[in-house]
């Protein structure tokens, strides 16, 4: 299990906008192969700041299988005119700590 976690900054009073286009895309998301489950957090204080983590069979399912579909792009046209700047994307892995 690959987990994405997108930092996103949105433009000042353009949160609602974005919280409400994630919840739209999230069907989007849960469709596509490889996706697990995803979630949304609001930094508490930097209040435009957000952390969109998304759980994926592997990288390739992210990186390839959906950024290459029309599911990519109906999510994007949701919620990118409320981005300040470009999202901040990394992949992670969990570290076994026993």
Same mark, same amino acid.
Request: hydrophobic share 40%; proline share 3%.
């Given at each position: 299990?690959?987990?994405?976690?997108?930092?996103? !900054?949105?433009? +000042?009073?353009?949160?609602?906008? &974005?919280?409400?286009?994630?919840?739209? =895309?999230?069907?989007?998301? *849960?469709?596509?192969?490889?996706?697990?489950?995803?979630?949304?957090?609001?930094?508490?204080?930097?209040?435009?700041?957000?952390?969109?983590?998304?759980?994926? !069979?592997?990288? +390739?399912?992210?990186?390839?299988? &959906?950024?290459?579909?029309?599911?990519? =792009?109906?999510?994007?046209? *949701?919620?990118?005119?409320?981005?300040?700047?470009?999202?901040?994307?990394?992949?992670?892995?969990?570290?076994?700590?026993?």
């Amino acid at each position: 299990m690959i987990t994405e976690v997108a930092q996103i !900054e949105v433009k +000042s009073g353009s949160a609602e906008r &974005f919280e409400s286009g994630v919840r739209a =895309a999230r069907k989007i998301l *849960l469709a596509a192969a490889g996706c697990h489950g995803l979630t949304l957090w609001r930094s508490l204080e930097q209040p435009l700041r957000y952390r969109l983590i998304v759980e994926w !069979e592997t990288i +390739s399912h992210h990186t390839v299988t &959906f950024r290459g579909s029309a599911g990519f =792009a109906q999510s994007r046209e *949701l919620v990118q005119d409320c981005f300040a700047s470009a999202p901040q994307v990394e992949h992670q892995e969990t570290v076994p700590l026993t």
